[in-house]
């Protein structure tokens, strides 16, 4: 049985966004109860040459939401990049969430002319995948992998 493109991204990109969703509540009831500001962990930065968490946060959602695109041949959604607490965070993976999941397996929009179409070289479509997963998953888990 061979996979499609659309199985080996857009349901791994939906999991993964979710999981740093869940994450996010994580951070937010320890917050809680620890009575520590939430802006103080989103501004976080693990190391002093990383990027704080909201922008790991937002690069995660835009390489998700870019590669499906890509992969599809629609247009990338736009979103600004003006999240700073937990629950602007998690508002933007739920957008992205939502526009990965607008793309459906039954179509013809991840077939091979479709890509090809869109300008995206066949043999190009798993570079497109394979980066974007390697992305999302060190952003998803602050840099750390």
Not at 73 to 102: C, M, N, W, Y
């Amino acid at each position: 049985m061979t996979i499609s493109m659309y199985q080996a991204s857009a349901p791994r990109f939906a999991n993964t966004l979710n999981n740093l969703a869940a994450i996010l509540d994580k951070a937010q009831a320890h917050c809680d109860l620890r009575k520590i500001d939430p802006l103080v962990l989103t501004a976080w930065r693990l190391y002093p040459d990383m990027l704080p968490f909201t922008r790991q946060v937002t690069i995660a959602c835009d390489n998700a939401k870019g590669a499906v695109a890509r992969l599809a041949g629609v247009e990338i959604p736009r979103h600004e990049d003006v999240e700073r607490t937990f629950e602007e965070l998690k508002a933007r993976i739920a957008k992205t969430v939502a526009f990965i999941q607008s793309i459906s397996a039954g179509t013809d929009q991840y077939s091979r002319d479709a890509l090809g179409a869109a300008g995206i070289r066949v043999a190009s479509a798993q570079g497109v995948n394979d980066r974007a997963v390697a992305v999302i998953r060190t952003r998803a888990s602050g840099g750390l992998l």
